[in-house]
């Protein structure tokens, strides 16, 4: 009696076992499924469309702040030269959707923004440049030809960068025949 309440026991344990291990597996397949439908949402295009690179950055705590209300009006002469230059306006708000160029960005929010540019919930305007990095910061409202004469030096300095590597790009064939 001894030996078959063991057994017993022993198949319900690993009845148990097998139980526990097949729910555990089909939770963890819906948290792939609700993982991988939820990656999939965010379209490489959303991802290629924010890219930091020429990009002025307008942050603050809320979009009907003072600072910021008066940074907007200061910009809104130049935003054809923004265009035109291919300089891509953000702005992060409080706990508001990321707008780009005015229009609502479905990624990244305006916290990880703010993180991601080191400011805090603060006003700031950060200029980046082509590489993606700080080129101007300031913690007060910037005049928007002053914002433009900066963003024109990036431009400058990019088509010289893009022109030196289309030089380089040309001499290699040549550098290459006359191995």
């Not at 148990?16 to 555990?24: E, N, P, R, Y």
């Not at 002025?56 to 230059?85: E, W």
């Not at 433009?148 to 030096?153: F, G, V």
Request: aromatic content about 6%.
């Amino acid at each position: 009696m001894l030996a078959t309440s063991g057994t017993t026991l022993t198949v319900i344990y690993a009845a148990c076992s097998f139980a526990a291990v097949s729910a555990l597996l089909i939770y963890l397949n819906a948290a792939l499924v609700a993982v991988a439908t939820a990656v999939s949402k965010v379209s490489s295009d959303d991802v290629r469309v924010f890219s930091p690179k020429r990009t002025v950055f307008i942050l603050g705590p809320d979009a009907s702040d003072q600072t910021c209300r008066i940074q907007r009006r200061f910009l809104k002469p130049v935003l054809a030269a923004f265009i035109r230059d291919e300089i891509a306006v953000v702005e992060a708000y409080g706990d508001d959707a990321v707008r780009r160029n005015g229009e609502p960005m479905g990624w990244p929010d305006a916290m990880l923004v703010r993180h991601a540019l080191g400011a805090g919930e603060e006003f700031a305007l950060i200029l980046m440049d082509d590489d993606g990095r700080v080129a101007f910061r300031s913690e007060r409202p910037v005049v928007g030809e002053e914002v433009l004469k900066r963003s024109m030096r990036l431009s400058r300095a990019g088509l010289a960068n893009r022109s030196e590597q289309r030089r380089r790009l040309q001499l290699k064939p040549q550098i290459r025949a006359a191995a």
